[in-house]
């Protein structure tokens, strides 16, 4: 897998040709993701709708360089506001269409309604703009999971250093300050067309995040899915219904 150099960061990537006038996609991952753990859904929405296509994964993630220092509470501020426009200026996406999921659909919300560049359209999948006790809750019994179970060695399959991977992301989320976490400060920024996609056994969130999200952008064409017998991850639970949501968006755009 080749790889770029952000902010002296090399991250792992990978960009799938399409039609030069189809929009272009760019998927960022959740909070324990990287460019493997999207299986194939790259390869299949390069495939159903003709676009270009780019996955990475964002330092302390997969095989891109481990974290320098630990992750600050505005660590996905920094990735949509910083890294994220440097990703798709060196691999020349422009006007792109961002499929974020969990901490990936933030940075895509935070890259949008920023103001300083245009985005086509965003496909947000259990999207979180402010935390919910039930998002804790399921981040604390992740914790218990992590030392348990043999989730360690599944994570070590994806991500280089699977202990920093996790804790990295396991311990902010926890810390008390987190709690005042929000992006709603962002949605305002936010006026391209919007697909929202949730699970409808979501263990870290509810669809209260969707009525923020409908109350506060700008956008007046929001598109919501929740997915029945579907929890936390659309791409591993409902993989076919995934893809046909996000075709189905993208041809309209």
Excluded at 133 to 152: H, M, N, P, Q, S
Aim: net charge neutral; with cysteine.
């Amino acid at each position: 897998m080749p790889f770029l150099t952000a902010q002296n960061a090399r991250l792992e990537y990978e960009l799938i040709p399409g039609q030069r006038a189809a929009p272009q996609l760019c998927l960022l991952h959740e909070g324990l993701g990287c460019v493997a753990l999207w299986r194939d859904l790259p390869a299949r929405l390069a495939a159903a709708t003709g676009c270009r296509t780019l996955a990475y994964s964002r330092q302390g993630y997969g095989q891109s360089d481990r974290l320098a220092v630990p992750r600050t509470v505005d660590y996905m501020h920094r990735e949509g506001l910083d890294v994220l426009p440097l990703v798709l200026q060196q691999l020349g996406v422009d006007d792109p269409v961002l499929i974020g999921h969990s901490d990936g659909a933030s940075i895509a919300m935070i890259y949008a309604g920023c103001g300083r560049r245009r985005t086509r359209g965003l496909v947000l999948i259990a999207p979180h703009v402010f935390v919910e006790d039930k998002t804790v809750a399921g981040i604390e019994a992740a914790a218990v999971g992590y030392r348990t179970t043999d989730l360690k060695q599944r994570l070590a399959r994806y991500h280089a250093q699977p202990d920093e991977t996790f804790w990295g992301w396991n311990d902010i989320w926890l810390r008390p300050e987190f709690r005042a976490w929000s992006i709603e400060s962002f949605l305002g920024g936010i006026s391209c067309p919007l697909l929202l996609i949730q699970g409808a056994d979501d263990e870290y969130g509810t669809l209260a995040q969707f009525e923020r999200i409908r109350r506060g952008v700008a956008s007046r064409d929001i598109t919501e899915l929740v997915l029945p017998h579907c929890g936390h991850a659309p791409q591993r639970d409902q993989p076919a219904r995934l893809e046909r949501a996000i075709a189905d968006f993208v041809a309209k755009l």
